[in-house]
């Protein structure tokens, strides 16, 4: 989403070297959205990506359907989501066109309607694994009440939530608990939570970043993927960054197992309060 016109902008040469810098450092997979810089950031990636070096099977491409985007490429009344079958088989098509590639690793729901029907997108994604445009299925954003609901007519691989130190709530509501126990994979956006954002500062818990930085010889944004990382529910971060020495951190970051009470200190440094 940061690459295009809602981030930094880059030009189709930035975008190459991003990708092929990415890929270099063993950040295979790029996640995407029909609806990042209101429809145009999928085809400036596809344009950046037909200008490198590597080949489509080195790569894996998610992308996100179902949100109706008011912006100058689609200008419609209000933001809403649609899940017809006939919206997610065209978003999906406009995806493969605007990335140029025949197929999507993973295709999904960006966030749930109350409206959607589950049969209706069962159908869908029957003619979209038949026709080998998209190899797996998911959701994104869904709690596990939604996620059950789509699995009365739907095989779900992935769902894709907000999940980090600052925004730990999936851990106890029941989420990652529903994605262990049906086999679902975890990817988190924001893993890095609110830690930088400057209306948070000063930190209640700086000193015990400090300590801890100094033990595991990492920098703050590698210890908080560290403490995500650590959950059973083998958890992917999404990481939002368009820095290269941030990517490379961010991998170093996915080597280190954090002590358990180490896990244990931050997540009450964080609430604020010892865990029940």
Not at 9 to 16: G, K, V
Not at 44 to 73: M, T
Not at 235 to 242: P, S
Request: charged content about 20%; hydrophobic content about 35%.
């Amino acid at each position: 989403m940061s690459w295009g016109i809602w981030g930094r902008n880059f030009s189709t040469s930035e975008i190459t070297e991003l990708i092929e810098k990415s890929v270099e450092i063993g950040l295979k997979c790029f996640d995407h959205a029909d609806i990042y810089g209101g429809y145009t950031t999928e085809k400036a990636f596809g344009h950046g990506f037909a200008y490198s070096s590597l080949k489509r099977d080195q790569v894996r491409y998610i992308s996100k359907c179902g949100i109706q985007y008011p912006s100058e490429n689609r200008p419609l009344e209000v933001k809403h989501y649609d899940y017809s079958k006939k919206h997610i088989i065209t978003s999906v098509e406009n995806s493969l066109k605007n990335l140029q590639t025949d197929y999507l690793d993973v295709l999904l729901l960006h966030r749930p309607s109350p409206l959607m029907d589950v049969a209706e997108i069962a159908a869908a994604f029957e003619i979209l694994l038949k026709e080998g445009k998209v190899t797996s299925f998911g959701a994104s954003n869904f709690s596990a009440s939604q996620l059950q609901l789509l699995q009365k007519e739907v095989n779900l691989d992935w769902n894709q939530i907000e999940c980090s130190l600052s925004q730990s709530s999936s851990m106890f509501d029941g989420t990652l608990d529903y994605h262990q126990t049906h086999g679902i994979g975890t990817m988190a956006w924001s893993p890095l939570g609110s830690y930088f954002k400057e209306s948070e500062a000063p930190k209640a818990h700086a000193k015990l970043m400090t300590q801890l930085t100094q033990k595991y010889s990492l920098t703050e944004d590698q210890l908080l993927l560290a403490w995500l990382l650590k959950h059973p529910a083998n958890i992917h971060a999404v990481i939002g960054t368009t820095r290269v020495d941030r990517l490379l951190a961010a991998h170093k970051a996915s080597t280190v197992e954090l002590d358990l009470q180490d896990w244990f200190l931050l997540l009450e440094a964080q609430k604020g309060e010892r865990v029940p």
